[in-house]
């Protein structure tokens, strides 16, 4: 079967899912809905089934069987109750004209930045090029693993490191999809479903044209006031602004050098950050079912939040706390703006203090009950063994604690830009509905508005990895959550400037300096171009993948892009640092025993030993990195591939797997 059947068949029962449990959602909701829920089961059911049968074919069977069983009895059980026939009660050109670019620019960047091949090179885009490989060896080295699973960069240590995103990767593979049609189909999809969710968030919470496009234009083109400092340099150098686009990290939005951090989403987020990509496809419909079931105080809404919210940890953690940050703030406004009692109503249905609390509780209980298993097996362990978890004021602006490098202020304004002055004032705009009545749009925002503050004190406070940068998968959940009030807030200035004179002028001015410093990092991506493996190093993977063992172990150097580990999936002694540090593992054993291995290896036959290494990988990397001793691996091994640069030798005694058995 078909990896691409499977993925089908997974976002059909998704899709039949949430129309059975939501039928009167407009079907455009149901269908986004529905795609999602089937990525999530793609990605959890088949998970479930290798604890007990390693991550194999029939375990993505087995999964699958599973969701067809729970969508059709579903179906079965809410067949009489009537669809909502409507698409969309938004104009049809607002999702169109928002939607449909975004998505082919996605599917664009996702088919230049994911192992493109040039003349059997393969390359990458700029963002990709230092992340990639990372998920590259997760989904490759899954296929018929063991669970719960270890890095294969370094063997014996649990993947600790959020891997749902790319297992399902791993499932299509499995079923004779390609590596890179896996990556570009799955990551396609989920950029499309991210798009069209946020615009349907936007227009929940606004039900504004224009204050979708605002927050949809400020979200997705976002960046600061870097091009002031891109301009100024051109000022002095008319040849820089070509450096834009052809420097490395070079753009108006990332560059360190500057203090200029809040880079654009797309660009260095979701396209190089497949785990974040992921966790934004499961927030969003969470925090559409968040509003939509603290507006209406349905309980069968809470439920399905708890179930939604309850998978999250393992797709990607950053996300699953920032909901539930932003849930808190949303207990806590909703709590107060109940009545304290009301008699006349069910109590998890009724506007009182009490009903309103045990609805958040529902939820979050369920939430709760599926996540710990995952926190405390994966997320806890790797957070605080690996000494993540630290105080720390103002995040990357205030590197080791040695004070701001930037005033607090300035430091902001300049990364986020403007709009960062008005989120206080653009989340308490919206109107209020009287206390105890169902919460109107202006709640809503003020809901989220609450939600977000707390997840962007908590973000400035405190560090929850060994990469400080990282912070900003939660202070961009905040941001997230701010955008349609702030759409809603700059329309509202527009409307009370009515018959100003320059008033198109001074609009178009702010918008301006909103996304040109996003809008030239999107420009500089799309031509981005870097060649990743070298046409050998993938036509050794390709062999190592079709002749060697799963469950070899190979003895090669660290770089990140190591074909090895990346493209065959096979475990090596000790991975790049660039990942492993910042994962909070411990590899220094590792990494000096690789090198005595590699340099000695005569005299490193117990370590040989001990870490079980079957072949040895030499390329030119070996080669500068270390004064490999490669004469001894000639004589004392079998050389079974050669060709460029690149020699696998096969430690005599290793089993042969060979493609005819």
Known sequence: MNGYLVLAGFLLCGVVLMDALLPDRQRLIRLWLGLSAGLIMMMWLPTLFAFFMKFTRAAQLLGLGVAALAAGAAAFLNRKKPREKRWTDMPLWLPLALIVPLALLGGYLQYTHILRNVDGTLHVGQSTYGDLCLHLGIATSLRNAAYPPHYSLLPGAALGYPFLGDSMVTTMLLFGSGLSGAFIATGTLMMALVFTGFVLFAWELTRSRAATVIATALMFVNGGLGFLYALDGVGRDPTAFNAIFTGFYATPTNQPALNLRWVNVICDMMIPQRTLLTGWMALIPALWLLVTAARERRPALFIVLGVWAGAMPMIHTHSFMALGLISVGAVAYCTLRAVPSDPSAALLEGNSRV???????????????????????????????????????????????????????????????????????????????????????????????????????????????????????????????????????????????????????????????????????????????????????????????????????????????????????????????????????????????????????????????????????????????????????????????????????????????????
């Not at 870097?530 to 070899?552: G, K, Q, S, V």
């Open 355 to 661: 009903g309103a609390f045990l609805r958040f509780a529902l939820y979050g209980g369920i939430a709760v009950l599926l996540a710990l298993p995952q926190l405390l097996t994966w997320s806890v362990p790797q957070t605080v063994n690996g000494g993540g978890l630290r105080l720390r004021f103002n995040w990357v602006n205030n590197p080791n604690g040695a004070g701001l490098i930037d005033g607090y202020c300035w430091f902001w304004i300049k990364n986020v830009g403007l709009i960062w002055l008005m989120m206080v004032p653009a989340a308490l705009s919206g109107r209020r509905a009287a206390k105890g009545k169902p919460l109107s749009r202006g709640d809503m925002l003020r809901m989220l508005g609450l939600g977000a503050l707390i997840v962007y004190g908590v973000a400035e406070l405190i560090l929850f990895q060994p990469n400080d940068y990282d912070n900003n998968k939660l202070f961009y959940v905040a941001y997230m959550a701010m955008m349609p009030a702030m759409g809603a807030y700059l329309v509202g200035l527009w409307n009370r400037l009515r018959g100003v004179r320059g008033r198109a002028v001074l609009a178009t001015a702010f918008m301006l300096a909103a996304v040109l410093s996003g809008g030239l990092s999107i420009a500089r991506e799309t031509v981005s171009d870097l060649r990743l493996f070298a046409e050998e190093e993938a036509a050794a993977a390709a062999f190592i993948d079709a002749e060697t063992p799963e469950d070899a172990i190979f003895l090669t150097g660290r770089e990140h892009n190591n074909p090895v580990a990346a493209l065959a999936g096979r475990s090596i002694v000790c991975g790049s640092p660039s990942y492993l540090y910042f994962h909070g593992i411990d590899y220094n054993q590792q990494l000096y025993d690789e090198q005595q291995m590699l340099e000695a290896p005569g005299d490193s036959l117990e370590l040989l030993d001990q870490y079980g290494v079957d072949y040895v990988y030499i390329s030119s990397y070996e080669r500068m990195a270390f004064a490999v001793d490669e004469a001894w691996f000639v004589d004392n091994c079998d050389t079974v591939f050669a060709e460029g640069n690149v020699c696998l030798y096969r430690r005599r005694g290793v089993h042969w797997k060979s493609t005819e058995t």
